[in-house]
């Protein structure tokens, strides 16, 4: 019982943060370290073609947004920068969706094989008890 608690925990932890973060929980560091290591990159890969795509707009646009009064953000200035980040995105969807789409099903499959590695994690932590429990 406290395996099955344990396996939905970190699914659950899992489809939360991101894969790797439910192998933090289950104490698998090589496996935990694989999947998070290889989500970044993923990520330092949509953000660096993000960035060189759309270019100088891009960075202007996140520095008028972050050199914003907090109290701004909540009048009509902050929808200003936020409406033209989201222009700059969107634009860059439409110019790149077949790398969107590759980016996409590769992110997806990592998390979905993360969670499938918890299951069979689990799986073979259960049959190891119950061929302790034979032996015993």
């Known amino acids: 019982m406290k395996n099955k608690i344990l396996f939905l925990l970190a699914s659950f932890v899992t489809l939360l943060l991101g894969p790797g973060a439910g192998h933090l929980i289950v104490k698998e560091w090589k496996k935990a370290t694989l999947f998070i290591s290889i989500s970044l990159f993923l990520l330092v890969i949509l953000s660096f073609k993000f960035v060189s795509s759309v270019g100088h707009e891009t960075l202007s646009a996140i520095e008028s947004f972050q050199n914003m009064d907090p109290l701004a953000?909540?009048?009509?200035?902050?929808?200003?920068?936020?409406?033209?980040?989201?222009?700059?995105?969107?634009?860059?969807?439409?110019?790149?969706?077949?790398?969107?789409?590759?980016?996409?099903?590769?992110?997806?499959?990592?998390?979905a094989y993360a969670i499938y590695d918890l299951f069979n994690f689990m799986k073979k932590k259960e049959a190891e008890k119950t061929q302790s429990d034979l032996e015993d």
């Open 73 to 111: 953000l909540m009048g009509t200035g902050g929808n200003a920068s936020l409406e033209q980040f989201k222009e700059i995105f969107y634009k860059f969807k439409e110019e790149n969706s077949t790398f969107m789409l590759m980016f996409n099903i590769s992110f997806a499959a990592l998390w």
